[in-house]
């Protein structure tokens, strides 16, 4: 079976004033469909580079991403919205969730974007809240909740459109440890449950050994290690 994910000799240099930052040099792996493989290593090593690549945010300076099949770096403008629309969710370690916005609205938000009728959107959102144990915050906005309680719902609001790959950056940075374990178990569950392959980046190994089938670690743009740790079900 193809990988539902090829990398392929990423590298990605950005130019700050006269210099020239290398963030990846030649990284190279493929992800399974159904994996959970998580990109662990210290800052400045390049995994957010690699994430926001994954997730068409950014550009690499040469190299290929190849998403089910498709090759990012022969789309048009509006090929990659729709892959960041649809085919990717992307989770953020600070949430950003709308402030003034409800956690149905935040969630149905990417769904009027996808051309779902208005009708339809609150009922989708409310049912995907209402099942990560949030049925009674529904109606508020961020600053009435958690860190755990907002970063579930910025979990929701990545699968509202039911992508085919989860990105997930730093997603337990801005919590405590009893709240970053219960999130790290959602996304487990949900790889687990819905065979939603995962591509998680975390600066915290441990964790990440937790919940992954396997580490990819990078170090100074480069791949250090692959580790296997468990097989997908």
Not at 64 to 69: E, N
Not at 76 to 84: T, Y
Not at 188 to 197: D, I, M, S, V
Request: aromatic share 2%.
């Amino acid at each position: 079976m193809e990988p539902i994910l090829q990398i392929r000799h990423l590298q990605k240099t950005y130019e700050r004033g006269r210099e020239h930052v290398r963030a990846l040099s030649g990284v190279s792996f493929d992800v399974a469909e159904g994996e959970f493989v998580s990109i662990v290593g210290r800052s400045g090593c390049g995994k957010s580079t690699l994430l926001n690549i994954i997730g068409g945010l950014d550009v690499p300076s040469s190299g290929s991403v190849v998403v089910r099949g498709r090759n990012l770096a022969a789309m048009s403008r509006s090929e990659l919205a729709g892959h960041r629309r649809s085919t990717v969710g992307m989770v953020f370690q600070s949430f950003n969730l709308i402030p003034s916005r409800t956690a149905v609205e935040n969630v149905a938000l990417p769904l009027a974007f996808s051309g779902v009728p208005r009708k339809n959107r609150p009922p989708k959102a409310a049912r995907l809240l209402t099942g990560m144990g949030l049925k009674s915050r529904l109606n508020h906005v961020p600053s009435e909740m958690s860190g755990g309680e907002a970063q579930r719902v910025a979990v929701a609001r990545a699968l509202v459109n039911d992508p085919v790959l989860l990105l997930a950056d730093e997603p337990t940075g801005n919590l405590d440890s009893r709240t970053a374990g219960e999130i790290l178990d959602l996304l487990k569950a949900l790889n687990r449950e819905r065979g939603l392959t995962v591509v998680m980046v975390s600066h915290d190994e441990a964790s990440a050994r937790r919940v992954s089938h396997r580490l990819v670690r990078l170090l100074d743009g480069r791949i250090q290690a692959q580790v296997r740790l468990r097989r997908p079900a």
